[in-house]
């Protein structure tokens, strides 16, 4: 906790902090969001979803494009049009006839629009503060975000069920102009220039740390939306529980982050860390009662951000300046994909295994997270990382 306390002191720092976490908190609004408006305009889970889908798959699509623009145009430009179109496509979708293909249109608008502002200020991050407290800024957002997930949903519903789901959208809307316009804004960023790709789109996946953390965090993603699948089967018409098992597994993760989070992490830390979330996801899906399951999500939650942060402070060590946004953007699209296929594939495999099936899947996945960084080390030491 000091070393975020000092962090926090630096000149900037703090509004840097929050300015980007409530530019970015309507990711944690907009699925859930969605869902609502479309099931509610047009009756139809089945439509809902596929909208959702739509926005995933736009967004995994533009996060490296957009990403690698921020070099291009800047950070305030970039991200400020990304705003506006933004906003604009969830007004939209909250105005017009939701009929036939029109959601999924919109929803692809709304993905491809995402302001790029997680790319762009983990990209950043290694010119506000000093060498030696850079892991510890990663660990504190990675922690931070938690807020966002725990955050965002709780207030998508809230707005929907008391006043509309469109005014839920329009509130997201809302947020992103206003967290975005503060952020870029920020006079900390007024200096910071991100240096123009000299690279062509897509060769900064030749790095080794790129690979291993969009293979590890892309698993420990879908993992994590296999066993959401899995929770909210097991307690399926009872959602007050669901989502208070569910906000358990944050909880850990925002504690697990805060303690363990700034800490220099060797290749062993990260693949224990990954070992606690494999651990805790097989306990959970032991069929115990409601305790050992929160105790479970609780074990579960607590590696998750701590071995994110030092994933991406891994990839920060070796990447080029130059290169820095468009990685994080090709992470951004590895989470969003592995997102989409964990609870695809846990929902696929729950049809024909039942409830337990999705356990099982999110199992296998977060041991995947688990060894990927232990067998890329056969190759060589991993990059940005000591041994």
């Known amino acids: 906790m000091r070393r975020y306390i000092e962090i926090l002191r630096l000149p900037g720092i703090l509004r840097v902090t929050a300015s980007q976490l ?6 944690g609004m907009i699925a859930l969001a969605t869902l609502l408006h479309v099931e509610h305009s047009v009756g139809s889970y089945a439509v ?9 798959v736009g967004e995994a699509v533009a996060a490296p494009i957009l990403s690698r623009l921020v070099g291009v145009t800047g950070v305030p430009l970039t991200l400020m049009v990304a705003a506006v179109a933004n906003a604009a496509s969830l007004v939209l979708l909250s105005a017009v006839p939701l009929e036939g293909a029109t959601p999924f249109l919109i929803g692809l608008l709304v993905g491809v629009s995402v302001p790029p502002v997680m790319p762009a200020i983990r990209a950043v991050y290694p010119r506000l503060v000093p060498r030696d407290k850079v892991g510890s ?56 220039t991100i240096p123009r790709a000299t690279e062509a ?14 293979v590890s965090s892309g698993a420990l993603v879908a993992s994590f939306t296999a066993l959401e699948l899995g929770v909210v089967a097991r307690f399926d018409g009872d959602e007050a ?17 805060l303690l363990l989070g700034h800490r220099r992490f060797r290749l062993r830390e990260i693949v224990g860390a990954l070992a606690i979330v494999a651990a805790g996801t097989a306990l959970a899906g032991v069929d115990r009662g409601v305790g050992l399951l929160l105790v479970a999500l609780f074990i579960s939650g607590f590696g ?53 099936g999705a356990f099982l899947v999110a199992v296998l996945l977060a041991t995947s997270a688990t060894v990927s960084p232990a067998i890329a080390r056969v190759r060589g030491p991993l990059p940005g990382l000591a041994h």
């Open 22 to 27: 409530l530019a970015r908190l309507p990711l």
């Open 48 to 56: 809902a979803g596929v909208t959702v889908a739509c926005v995933s």
């Open 137 to 192: 800024l990663f660990a504190l957002d990675t922690t931070a975000q938690e807020l966002i997930w725990v955050g965002g949903p709780i207030l998508a519903v809230l707005l929907s069920s008391s006043l509309s789901t469109a005014f839920a959208l329009w509130v997201a809307a809302g947020i992103t102009l206003v967290g975005t316009a503060w952020f870029v804004t920020t006079p900390k960023l007024a200096d910071v």
């Open 201 to 214: 789109a897509g060769r900064v996946l030749r790095y080794r740390s790129v690979q291993i953390a969009m």
């Open 241 to 257: 529980i669901a989502g208070l098992l569910l906000a358990a597994s944050a909880l850990g993760s925002l504690i697990g982050g």
């Open 304 to 356: 998750f951000a701590p071995a994110l942060a030092a994933l991406y402070y891994m990839v920060s060590n070796e990447v080029d300046e130059k290169s820095s946004t468009e990685a994080f953007g090709w992470l951004n699209t590895a989470a969003l994909f592995g997102g989409a296929a964990g609870a695809a594939i846990a929902g696929l495999v729950s049809e024909s295994l039942g409830v337990p």
